[in-house]
C-alpha cells in the first residue's frame, strides 16, 4: 500500500507531494517552504530516499537544498533538465525577488528508468514540451505529471525551453500510455483521474 500527500507551496501555488511506500517516501516538487513540507515527511513513518523534480523550473525545485540538507535524500532529475538546476536565467529563479540557493541532481534520469519507492514502481517517462527534460512519473494507478499536464490545461510553452510541438506529442503519448481510471496528480490545481482530464482538457481534445 502507499500514500500520497499533497502538499501546496508557494506562490505559484505548486503541488509537492510525498509518496510515502513501506518505509520509503520520495519528494515530489519541492518548491519552496521547505520546513512545512519537512513538518509533513516527519508525520510519516520512513525515510525520504529521493527528491524527484518532474522538470527544473524553480516552483519545483526551489527547496530541494535545504531538504536535502534536512534528510540527505538524493536529487533525481531528467539528464535534459540538469543544466537547469543551477541557472537562474533558464529556472525562472530570476524571476524571483532575492535568490534561492540551487545544487546540482544527485542522478541523472532517463526514459524508462524505474524509481523504487517501497512497493511502489515508479517507471520515468519523457514528456517534452514544458521544458526539454520534463518527465511524467508513471505507475499502474497514478501519474506524477509535473507541469505537462493539468486536469483542464497544460503548462506554458513560450518559455526560452518549451515548445507547442513537443507538449502536443507528449500529451498524445499520454493518452496511449493512461487509461482513465489512472490518477493523476499535477504540478498545479486540482488532481483528478485522466478521464476526467479528458473531460475537462481542451489541449487532450485536440485534432
Ligand atoms: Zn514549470
Ligand atoms: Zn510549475
Known sequence: MSNVIRIVVGEMAT?????????????????????????????????????????AHIDHIGANVRLKEL????????????????????????????????????????EHDIIEIGDEKLEVI?????????????????????????????????????????ILGSLRRLKELLTDNIAIYPGHGELGSFGKAKELNPFLNLE
Do not use: M, W
Not at 509537492?16 to 511506500?21: G, P, Q
Not at 540551487?102 to 532517463?110: G, I, P, R, V, W
Open 71 to 110: 534528510t540527505n535524500a538524493k536529487i533525481l532529475i531528467h539528464h535534459r533538465d540538469a543544466e537547469l538546476l543551477t541557472q537562474p536565467s533558464r529556472n525562472l529563479g530570476f524571476f524571483l525577488g532575492e535568490p534561492i540557493a540551487l545544487c546540482k541532481a544527485d542522478q541523472l534520469l532517463h
Open 126 to 166: 519523457h514528456t517534452p514540451g514544458h521544458t526539454k527534460g520534463s518527465i511524467c512519473l508513471v505507475t499502474k494507478t497514478f501519474a506524477f505529471t509535473g507541469d505537462t499536464l493539468f486536469i483542464d490545461s497544460i503548462g506554458r510553452t513560450d518559455f526560452p525551453d518549451g515548445s507547442e510541438r513537443e
Open 15 to 55: 503541488n509537492c507531494y510525498l509518496l510515502e511506500s513501506n518505509n520509503d517516501i520520495a519528494i515530489i516538487d519541492p518548491g519552496f517552504e521547505p520546513e512545512k513540507i519537512y513538518q509533513k515527511l516527519k508525520e510519516l513513518k520512513g525515510l525520504a530516499k529521493y527528491i524527484i523534480n518532474t522538470h
